[in-house]
C-alpha cells in the first residue's frame, strides 16, 4: 500500500485506474436501486458460450440472515466490514446450462462479472470491495449449493468514506513486462 498516485505505463481510462477496494464505510445504507445497477452491470459481462455462470446472493444491513453472511467472514475482514450496508456470496454454475459439460472458465467468466460490478460502483461513488477472506466451505453449507455450483468470493458494499486528496491510501501495480510476455512466459526465477 502506498499514498503515491496511481501512474499508468500507457494511457488508460480514468476510472479503470481510480477503481480501489475501501476498508472504510460509513454505515448509512443504499437503495435497492443502486444494488440492482451493481448486478445489472455485472449481468452484462462477457462470458464463455454466454452461458453467464455468475450468481450472486445478498444480503442488506438489517436482514435477518446478516449475521450468517457476517459470521462467515475472517476476523480481520469483519472489523472493517460491519459497516456495510450489502454483503454478497458469489456464486458460479460450474457446468454449461445447454451441454451439462464441465465449464473451464465459469471462475473467469465470474470474476470478469465481478469487475464489472465492482466499476459501475466506483463510477456510482460507492466502496465495493471483493473478499477471498471468510470460511467458503461454510459459505456453501448456508446456501445449501449442489455440487455443480462453486462459491467464488464475497462482496461488501456500502457508501464511501470520503477522504481528502492525498489521504486516500491507493495500491500500486506490478509492471507490465512482469506480467505480459510475447510467445513464453517468463518465470520470476528464471529472469
Ligand atoms: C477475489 C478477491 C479477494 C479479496 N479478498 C480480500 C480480503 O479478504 N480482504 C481484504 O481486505 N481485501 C481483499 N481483496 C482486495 C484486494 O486486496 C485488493 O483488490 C488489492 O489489494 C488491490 O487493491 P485495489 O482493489 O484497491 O486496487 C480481495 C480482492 C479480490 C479481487
Do not use: C
Not at 444491513?61 to 454478497?88: C, E, H, I, M, R
Request: avoid cysteine; charge should be neutral; hydrophobic fraction near 40%.
Amino acid at each position: 500500500m502506498s499514498s503515491a498516485a496511481r501512474v499508468p505505463e500507457y494511457p488508460i481510462e480514468k476510472l479503470l485506474l481510480e477503481r480501489n477496494s475501501p476498508r472504510e464505510f460509513t454505515g448509512e445504507p443504499i437503495t435497492e436501486q443502486e444494488l440492482m445497477t451493481l448486478f445489472e452491470a455485472a449481468r452484462w459481462a462477457a462470458s464463455s458460450y454466454n452461458d453467464q455462470p455468475w450468481r450472486y446472493v445478498y444480503v442488506m444491513q438489517g436482514d435477518s440472515q446478516w449475521q450468517a453472511f457476517f459470521d462467515l467472514l475472517v476476523p480481520g475482514n469483519q472489523t472493517w466490514t460491519k459497516k456495510a450496508a450489502v454483503l454478497v456470496v458469489v456464486v458460479s454454475h460450474k457446468v454449461f446450462e445447454k451441454t451439462g459439460d464441465v465449464s473451464p472458465t465459469h471462475s473467469y467468466d465470474t470474476g470478469a462479472a465481478g469487475q464489472n460490478l465492482a466499476l459501475q460502483g466506483f463510477a456510482m461513488g460507492l466502496a465495493v470491495h471483493a473478499l477471498g477472506g471468510f470460511d467458503f466451505v461454510r459459505a456453501r453449507e448456508l446456501l445449501k449449493l449442489p455440487e455443480d455450483y462453486a462459491v467464488e468470493a464475497m462482496i461488501s458494499i456500502g457508501r464511501q468514506v470520503v477522504k481528502a486528496p492525498g489521504e486516500q491510501k491507493l495500491t500500486q501495480r506490478k509492471q507490465l513486462k512482469e506480467i505480459v510476455f510475447r510467445g513464453q512466459l517468463k518465470f520470476a526465477s528464471s529472469t
